[in-house]
T-cell receptor, first 113, second 114 residues
């Protein structure tokens, strides 16, 4: 799977929007963009995923650049419970080398009251 | 509760020993994945099973082995344990073998080797 680049850490104030960037300049046409987060002392949790169009769900929005070389996870109103490590992962849905998620180091999000 | 059950939650054992970690996937999920998370390595994929058969291998040591049983639960066996094997071990499951609908993770087993 192609590689992603994320900032090591970001900070946000509670109840403000948060934009978490992810660069994936070597993305291929069949790579889906997945976001997972890991709260302290818990297993990773699915957030959202998409291919080309922007996606929304109850947790977040995913904005994908037109050239797909970058994407942004948007938390509309950060709460203290959103403090976690956020992972941006590319998955080739047609890969023949296995279908496990390959986690990088992610972005550690700090939310302050 | 994610629906993926891992037992035990904590395990302390001595070097050289053998332990077994257990995972019950979410109801209806056929595939199981094992991950290791240590402080310096992050989340590392170990192995995947789909409906009882090994599907993919990651950075799994030869001292480690796993299997998925007919009832779809999985066990990860760690032998000849070393201090460096201390880590959180996560199990994840997915409906199909491709993770097309996402992956659900358990809360992990914390292994401490002393």
């Amino acid at each position: 799977d192609a590689k992603t680049t994320q900032p090591n850490s970001m900070e946000s104030n509670e109840e403000e929007p948060v934009h978490l960037p992810c660069n994936h300049s070597t993305i291929s046409g069949t790579d889906y963009i997945h976001w997972y987060r890991q709260l302290p002392s818990q297993g990773p949790e699915y957030v959202i995923h998409g291919l080309t169009s922007n996606v929304n769900n109850r947790m977040a929005s995913l904005a994908i650049a037109e050239d797909r070389k970058s994407s942004t996870l948007i938390l509309h109103r950060a709460t203290l419970r959103d403090a976690a490590v956020y992972y941006c992962i590319l998955r080739d849905e047609r890969s023949n080398s296995g279908y496990a998620l390959n986690f990088g180091k992610g972005t550690s999000l700090l939310v302050t009251p | 509760d994610s629906g993926v059950t891992q037992t035990p939650k904590h395990l302390i054992t001595a070097t050289g020993q053998r332990v077994t970690l257990r995972c019950s996937p979410r109801s209806g999920d056929l595939s199981v994945y094992w991950y290791q998370q240590s402080l310096d390595q992050g989340l590392q994929f170990l192995i995947q099973y789909y409906n009882g058969e090994e599907r993919a291998k990651g950075n799994i040591l030869e001292r480690f082995s796993a299997q998925q049983f007919p009832d779809l639960h999985s066990e990860l066996n760690l032998s000849s344990l070393e201090l460096g094997d201390s880590a959180l071990y996560f199990c994840a499951s997915s409906v199909d073998g491709r993770g097309s609908y996402g992956y659900t993770f358990g809360s992990g087993t914390r292994l401490t080797v002393v």
